[in-house]
């Protein structure tokens, strides 16, 4: 059967589509491999912040989800939205949030892990702030609600409202 000029380009295009998106998986793995080293952690073990998988809740409240906070594309995914963060300090911040939700993190500590101490503490409102705004942008409003800085010096990613 003969292909027509279109046939081929349509194929040519199509495996110049496979091409990049092998190309785009490599670049992703290297990501990965290169985060895991700079962050200390094993090939051998995921970084506990790569994904922060969902939790069952009796009561079925906030505290049933978790927000999948993906390091490979700096992404966070909560129910059924993305929110492609960059690599940016709003990401970096809520990254490091996710390490331990449901616990308050001090100032001094977020800012010597997420901006290496070069920044005053309002730099950390400041981010918050922007972080909350994409979230909401994304349709993700009540994990923006849950980034909470009610406790002096202290923030973190609360999704027990009894806390």
Request: proline share 6%; with cysteine.
């Amino acid at each position: 059967m003969p292909t027509s000029d279109r046939d081929r380009q349509l194929l040519e295009k199509l495996s110049q589509l496979a091409a990049a998106q092998a190309s785009a998986a490599a670049l992703a793995q290297e990501i990965v491999v290169s985060a895991r080293e700079r962050l200390g952690f094993d090939m051998g073990e995921d970084p506990p912040a790569a994904v922060i998988p969902a939790a069952s809740s009796p009561n079925g409240g906030i505290s049933a989800r978790r927000p999948m906070i993906d390091v490979a594309t700096f992404s966070v995914h909560w129910d059924g939205k993305t929110c492609v963060l960059g690599n940016t300090l709003p990401f970096r911040l809520l990254e490091r949030l996710g390490r331990r939700p449901n616990q308050f993190i001090h100032c001094d500590q977020l800012l010597d892990e997420v901006w290496q101490g070069l920044r005053s503490r309002e730099a950390i409102r400041s981010v918050v702030k922007v972080l909350k705004q994409k979230l909401v942008q994304a349709g993700m409003d009540d994990l923006a609600a849950s980034i909470n800085g009610n406790q002096p010096y202290h923030y973190g990613l609360i999704f027990n409202r009894g806390l």
